[in-house]
């Protein structure tokens, strides 16, 4: 089983999250992909960020919907780091890329900046939300996609179905063998998150998911050894 390792955020266990410094650092620690977080600022900057307000991960206050990009570059992210735009990490990492969305405006901005530069192939596309999925589909020939789930049931399944997801992101303390089966049956790969401990990582194994998304490199070394 080819068992892929996701860095969250970068490795935002170590690292600011998602910040360069901390993609960079999920590169050099070897992880598969690294996975991060899309919003738009006031004026329709691609910025990655997690939250909708900057407040716990800069030294700001407020939605990053109500500020420019400048305002936004301003901040301080931690250690000196910068929000990112999104085209800056493309430019700053070679390893692959999941981009989590969390609603139809940013699937549409991020499809251009894939349409034009041929991303398809190196950016997966997470989201919790459905229509952000089927939109993103929509936009982006050949693209693929991941619904995340936190509180979910075997529906998870069918609503991935139902929006062309190759792939679910579940919460690992809530997943079931029930689950990863009807998963199986629909062909869907499956990862768990957040996985950063020996527990869960032998959770993941048991199961025989294709993956874990992590806050820790290494994940990457130990995941690789344990059944």
Known sequence: MNFLTIGHRGVMGVEPENTLRSFVAAQEAGLDVVELDLHLSKDGALVVMHDARVDRTTDGTGAIADKTLDELRALDAGRGERIPLFTEVLDAVRTPLQAEIKDVRAARALAEVMNGRGLADRV????????????????????????????????????????????LCLNIRRITLEVVEHARKADLSVFGWVVNTQDHLRLVRALQLDGATTDYPEIKRTGRFTA
């Open 124 to 167: 997966e596309v997470a989201s919790f939300h459905d229509e952000a999925l089927a939109e993103i589909r929509r936009l982006v020939p050949g693209v693929r996609t991941a619904l995340v789930a936190s509180r979910y049931g075997t529906d998870v399944v069918d609503r991935a179905v139902a929006v062309g997801a190759s792939r």
